[in-house]
């Protein structure tokens, strides 16, 4: 078993895609891990509509192949086109982060995800949900990465939000 973090964003329905994703994740893979529910700007968007972001961990013996598959087919579930241009409105965005201690390409997908490092919607999330765990390539703990994060340009702050009668979030 490996532990698996993936990014979750939508900018369109957002509570309703974010539900059903944490709902499926939940479903597939058993408990979860998550960090507060984040609003943020879109990062290189034309379309000006807020995201809702936030990390799940949960462990699977999945491999890295199983996990990008199962993950493309509920963002297709969920009303993503795979002909959507890169940087347009999303029903549903998820991102593998890191499978285990892996790094390279595995499957096709490279690991960790690059975006980590210099996404807040990204780094944040995974900060506060392991702020001791590390980086896979450069070992530094993500506590560390986020409290030197400099893109003030990235703005986002926590939103209310509750699943399955857990309260995720609320404002700070």
Known sequence: MARVCVSIGSNIERDRHVRACLDALADTFGDLRLSRVYESEPVGFEDGRNFYNLVAVFESA?????LQA???R?????GRRPDSPKFSPRTLDIDLLSVGELIGEH??????????????FVLRPLAE?????RHPLGGERYADLWAAFDAPEQALWPVDFVWRGRRLSGQA
């Open 62 to 66: 999945w491999t890295v192949g199983e």
């Open 70 to 72: 199962w993950c493309k």
């Open 129 to 133: 949900l392991l702020p001791d765990a």
């Open 107 to 120: 499957d096709g997908v490279a690991l960790p995800r690059a975006g980590i490092r210099h996404h807040a």
């Open 74 to 78: 509920l963002e297709f579930a969920n």
